[in-house]
Nanobody, 124 residues
C-alpha cells in the first residue's frame, strides 16, 4: 500500500526553523518526483517546492526562495524540507506528494500520492 507520511511540523517563533520529513512506504521513491505543498486556512493549496526523482533539479515558489531547501535521500526513502527564517505567513498544513515522473512541477495536478499533512504554525 502506497503511503506518504509527513512529520516535523510544530509551533515556531518568527525567524525560527523547522525541518519537515516525508517518509514513503509501500514503494520506493527513486522513480518519483516529490513536491511539498501547503494550505493555509481559507486559501487554496499551493506548491512550495519540488525535487526531481534523481534530486538533481529543484524548484521553489518565489515566496520561499532563499529560505527553504528541499532534499532527498533515496536510500532512506525520505524527502526533507528545511525551512529557515520562518514568517507568520508560512503558517499552513504542509503536504508531500509523489508523481511518477523524472522532473517535478509546482502544480499539484499531476501528483498521484499524497500524505495527510503536518501543521506548521509560525507565531510569537
Amino acid at each position: 500500500q502506497f503511503q506518504l507520511v509527513e512529520s516535523g511540523g510544530g509551533l515556531v517563533q518568527p525567524g525560527g526553523s523547522l525541518r519537515l520529513s516525508c517518509a514513503a512506504s509501500g514503494f520506493t521513491l527513486d522513480d518519483y518526483a516529490i513536491g511539498w505543498f501547503r494550505q493555509a486556512p481559507g486559501k487554496e493549496r499551493e506548491g512550495v517546492s519540488c525535487i526531481s526523482s534523481s534530486g538533481g533539479s529543484t524548484n521553489y515558489a518565489d515566496s520561499v526562495k532563499g529560505r527553504f531547501t528541499i532534499s532527498r535521500d533515496n536510500a532512506k526513502n525520505m524527502v526533507y524540507l528545511q525551512m529557515n527564517s520562518l514568517k507568520p505567513e508560512d503558517t499552513a498544513v504542509y503536504y508531500c506528494a509523489a508523481w511518477r515522473f523524472r522532473l517535478c512541477v509546482l502544480s499539484q495536478r499531476p501528483y498521484d500520492y499524497w500524505g495527510q499533512g503536518t501543521q506548521v504554525t509560525v507565531s510569537s
